[in-house]
């Protein structure tokens, strides 16, 4: 089951969205390094082509989360989700058979009275709050696509709340 999206917003334009897109079935297709790298360049080229930033991201082994902007009028999220688990799952087959991903992806709106920081926080964290690391700075498959992760570290003052 897909889930909902928000009643009243078209999801295009230059608004932040929190976003989980699980693998299908949940199983760990993401445990190396070559597979990683196929499918992020995949979700980057996406996001020039369909006018998003990944302010924060983090591949876990059978889920990403992705703090993205719309930067521009036109940036539609739908469009822009639908084509990057294309490309990448297109870009996994040398890796792995069958469905990449679940059908449908989870989108938390950002609000004028939500705090960013605390969403890349909580981005950028859950490989601890997994026990797959024991320093955020530890993990390979986090950051930004806008500046390296030490200055996302620093900006956001990484101190568990």
């Known amino acids: 089951m897909r889930p909902p999206r928000l009643r009243g917003c078209t999801y295009i334009g230059p608004r932040q969205y929190f976003l989980t897109i699980c693998t299908d079935q949940r199983r760990d297709a993401f445990t190396n390094a070559a597979i ?61 058979r069958g469905r990449l991903w679940q059908a449908g992806y989870f989108d938390r ?11 890349i926080r909580y981005i950028v964290q859950n490989p601890l709050r997994a026990r ?17 992760l030490n200055q996302v570290l620093e900006h956001c003052a990484w101190k568990p709340r």
């Open 132 to 148: 797959l690391v024991d320093r955020v700075d530890a993990y390979p498959y986090s950051g930004s696509s806008l500046v390296p």
């Open 109 to 119: 709106v950002i609000r004028e009275e939500d705090d960013v920081q605390d969403v």
């Open 36 to 96: 990683v790298d196929a499918i992020w360049r995949r979700f980057l080229r996406t996001c020039t082509d369909c006018d998003f930033a990944v302010l924060a991201y983090c591949i876990m082994p059978d889920h990403i989360h992705l703090l993205v902007e719309g930067l521009s009028e036109i940036a539609d999220l739908g469009h822009f989700v639908e084509l990057a688990k294309q490309r990448s799952a297109h870009a996994a087959r040398a890796y792995i």
